[in-house]
């Protein structure tokens, strides 16, 4: 196995470590019926979400480094178009989700009893449509690494 297969190894695993829960994300927290339950779907999503970060970072790092190793790929339609959609999604995160979540955050610490407001459903359908938008884009690449299409 070479240096390079061994990236593509790893790439490949922290494909499925990385973006693997998160296209999950969503579902679990849609399951609950009480703040009690959502309250608890939020922590198994926030641990979750460390899988995507680490998982993400090492598709991101080792991407750029194939390409480093292997400069034609910089040529190629469908790892720039990859690449470039990858670096937007990143960017949804602290642009768009991150402050789209700080409200529901706080509701989640604030709210009192155990019913789930009204409140809640417009802000995680906010929330939400973002994230499918960034699962779209992440379908996308995927499709892009396996076809390669141009």
Excluded: C
């Excluded at 955050?105 to 938008?133: A, C, M, N, T």
């Amino acid at each position: 196995m070479t240096f390079y297969d061994f990236l593509v190894f790893i790439h490949v695993f922290s494909a499925i470590l990385g973006l693997g829960p998160g296209f999950v994300m969503i579902y679990i927290v849609t399951k609950a019926d009480t703040m009690t339950e959502l309250r608890h779907a939020y922590v198994i999503r926030n641990r979750l979400h460390i899988f995507v970060m680490v998982g993400g970072t090492l598709l991101i790092l080792t991407g750029l480094w194939m390409g480093v190793l292997n400069p034609s790929l910089f040529t190629r339609g469908w790892y720039v178009v990859s690449l470039v959609l990858y670096l937007i999604a990143l960017g949804f995160g602290p642009a768009i989700l991150s402050p789209l979540s700080r409200p529901v955050k706080h509701l989640l610490k604030e709210h009192q009893g155990d019913d789930i407001p009204e409140e809640y459903y417009d802000l995680s359908k906010k929330l939400f449509f973002y994230e499918r938008i960034e699962n779209i884009m992440f379908l996308i690449i995927i499709a892009l690494m396996v076809l390669k299409p141009f």
